[in-house]
């Protein structure tokens, strides 16, 4: 089973940046889908940003954040990255790191939770003055 391991959440101001790391094992990343999901206070867990095995995949970004976070990984390292930046209130939340199951849905239809196969334990952020 994959494990994921998520770090670099934290207090910012808004307009600042934090970089999210998502440790693996278990996982060959050039061939997983993976993605970020957020879930605010009260409100439902969501797609941030999800991203293919290949290196000239498909990303797919939600229309909130599209512009300001960009996704990454380093399969040597066995690593994900969210790097965020101009951040808003609006993106406080717990940040989860995930394993997407395997699917020929588009990658844009699939970045739900329940495509979801394995969660790691999440990041708290918060944007704050």
């Known amino acids: 089973q994959a494990q994921l391991v998520e770090s670099g959440g934290g207090l910012v101001q808004p307009g600042g940046s934090l970089r999210l790391s998502c440790v693996t094992s278990?996982?060959?990343?050039?061939?997983?889908?993976v993605g970020w999901f957020r879930q605010a206070p009260g409100k439902e867990r969501e797609g941030v940003s999800c991203?293919?095995?290949?290196?000239?995949?498909?990303?797919y970004y939600s229309d909130s954040v599209k512009g300001r976070f960009t996704i990454s990984r380093d399969a040597a390292k066995r690593a994900v990255f969210l790097q965020m930046n101009d951040l808003k209130p609006e993106d406080t939340g717990a940040y989860f790191c995930?394993?997407?199951?395997?699917?020929?849905?588009?990658?844009?239809?699939?970045?739900?939770?329940?495509?979801?196969?394995?969660w790691g334990q999440g990041t708290q952020v918060t944007v704050s003055s």
């Open positions: 995930a394993l997407l199951k395997g699917s020929i849905v588009p990658l844009q239809d699939r970045c739900k939770t329940n495509a979801v196969k394995d």
């Open positions: 278990g996982i060959y990343l050039g061939l997983a889908t």
């Open positions: 991203a293919t095995g290949r290196t000239d995949g498909p990303v």
